[in-house]
Structures are given as C-alpha cells and as structure tokens.
C-alpha cells in the first residue's frame, strides 16, 4: 500500500469520517485546470492547414467537453508565423496554445525569427501529412515528369506558391524533389504567401503556376474540378480522391517529406500545466470526430505527448538545418 493512503487511513481514524473526505476529495481534484477561456494561436490566415487543425481542435475539446471553459480561436498571420510566435511569447500560464508546424524551425534557422523553439513548450504533435504538387485542370503540365522537363530546361520558367515563408516545409518538399530529380534549386521561383489556403488562390486566379501544400487544402479544389495533383511527397499512395496521385518515388524521383502539425504553449508551463494537456489532448486525438476529420483530410493520425515531442522537435530542427544548408538558406 502507498504511503499516501498509509496515512490517508491513519488521519482518517484520527479526525473523523467528515476529514476524511474531505482529504480524499481534495486529493481526486486535478493538480491544475484552465480557469479562464482557452486561446488558440494560428499563425496563418484563414483556410489554410494550421487553420483548419486548430478549428477542428476547438470544436472537438468543446463539443466532447474536454475542457471547461469556453475555446477561442486567433489568426495571427504575418512574417511567416513570427507574428504568432511573438504573441504567444507574451503569454504566461496554460490556457494559450499555438497550433506549429516546421516553419518554426526554419525560421529559426533561416534567421526570420529571433525567438528560438525552445522558448516555447512543446505540448503535442497532432497528425502528419505531406506535401502535394498542384496546377489547374486546364495547365499543360500532365504529369510531375512534365513539370521536371520543363524546370531543367529553365529552372525560374515557373513559379509556385508556399505557405507561409521561404524555407517553410512546402518550400522544403518541393526544393527536395526537385534537386533529387536534377534541377537547379537556387533558380527556382518561388512565392510566400500568408497561408496556403491564399497560395492555392493565387493559383486558381492564375497569378502562380504551381503550388506545393498539403492535400487537405487540395482536396475540395480536386473534387471541384479546378485543380489536379501532380505527385505527393509521400512514401505510399494516398487514399480516396487521390488514390490516383503518384508519389515522386514512383516518378522516378528519390525523395519524401513529411510534414508535421503540433502544439506549442508559452515558456515556463508548469508541470501540471503540461500534464494536463497530456491528458487532454491525448483523448482529443481518440475521438471520433477528429480521426475522422483527419482521415478525410489525408492527415495521419499520429500523436505524440509533451515529452516525446521534445525530443521529435531537436531531431526535426536537426533535420532541418541540413536541408536548409543545401539551400544556402542558414545565417
């Protein structure tokens, strides 16, 4: 038996069944809980992947009443997520949360942001998805191979659409792909934008050619009609609408990447804090309505609690480094 119920019994049978309970009462009640309305920080504009995932995450801790108190939502779009990064570096406590992504790494090392991850406290990675080339129904470029003939012959004859900052993992997936199939990647045009969502606009208005983002912002405009995925970064086929898409692998091009979505809180959260988003966010990710949510997306459900995504952060930023050398993008 553990000491704390060795002396629960003997305080019991000192002071009476009423101290008791009360003892036991205060002991079941959670170390710490928000006691004011949770904010989550989105540092992209509307309708992009980090949107849609802190959407989807305010909806399912309210609708499965995971957390007590009212959930907010914040875009805070700008200098490719440096905007968000600072406003969250304001706040104290546990009842701010930022959804991330590698962008904040690479801004790190990119010298965009001054404020390095580890400012920050690494609460949960939520999904992985990857990355998926795109041009509209009616562009001349069939197929990832047409794209690739055309870019060797001029590197900068197209241009293509990132969300949200050069360096950012759609630059990355695209970059990669195209070095490992032999172009010049420090010629390629490429373009930020505020989110991906505003970067598939571009290209549905037919100001950009390309665009390198996630599928879950492909999807509706695949289905639609308006715009076909040349090749996903992935290491196997996707499912459903494009079940159909190859992978660069299959091209003939050696090259995957994926792309992580997390969550962050303010530097200093306590251990109880931390334990109690472990908690939650470990049961938002077995609802559902979120798995569900995910797999439409194309987003695998991978979930990774505060300690482990500490350590995937180090072997990401790592990673990163690397790859951003090639591209002679580190400072």
């Not at 942001?113 to 990355?131: H, K, M, Q, R, V």
């Not at 129904?137 to 293509?160: C, F, H, M, Q």
């Amino acid at each position: 038996m553990s000491e704390f119920f060795i002396g629960l019994i003997a305080r019991c049978i000192g002071a009476g069944i009423f101290a008791c309970i009360a003892s036991v009462t205060a002991h079941a009640q959670p170390a710490w809980k928000p006691e004011k309305s949770v904010e989550i920080i989105i540092g992209t504009s509307p309708g992009g992947p980090q949107d849609r995932m802190g959407r989807m995450m305010q909806k399912v801790l309210q609708e499965s009443r995971l957390v007590d108190v009212p959930v907010s939502v914040e875009n805070k779009p700008g200098g490719g997520g440096t905007v968000a990064l600072a406003t969250l570096a304001q706040r104290t406590g546990g009842s701010t949360l930022m959804i991330n992504a590698p962008t904040m790494l690479s801004n790190q090392i990119t010298g965009k942001s001054a404020l390095p991850y580890t400012d920050f406290t690494g609460l949960a990675i939520l999904g992985i998805e990857y990355e998926g080339v795109a041009v509209r129904a009616d562009s001349p470029l069939k197929t990832g191979k047409d794209l690739i003939e055309r870019l060797k012959k001029d590197p900068s004859a197209l241009s293509v659409s990132i969300g949200t900052s050069l360096g950012n993992s759609g630059h990355l997936a695209y970059a990669l792909a195209m070095k490992a199939a032999g172009v010049d990647i420090k010629k390629l045009k490429t373009v930020a934008f505020n989110s991906a969502g505003d970067g598939i606009t571009a290209l549905l208005g037919g100001h950009i050619d390309l665009a390198s983002t996630p599928p879950s912002g492909l999807l509706q405009h695949v289905q639609a009609g308006k715009l076909r995925v040349l090749a996903l970064t992935a290491p196997t086929r996707a499912h459903g609408e494009l079940a159909n898409v190859p992978t660069w692998k299959e091209l003939g091009v050696d090259s995957t990447h994926e792309v992580w979505r997390g969550v962050i809180g303010p530097r200093g959260m306590s251990r109880a804090q931390i334990a109690y988003w472990d908690d939650v966010l470990g049961k938002l990710v077995k609802t559902e309505t979120w798995k569900k949510d995910l797999e439409q997306s194309q987003i695998e459900n991978v979930y990774r609690n505060s300690s482990e995504t500490a350590k995937y952060l180090k072997a990401q930023y790592e990673e990163a480094r690397v790859i951003l050398t090639d591209l002679g993008m580190v400072k």
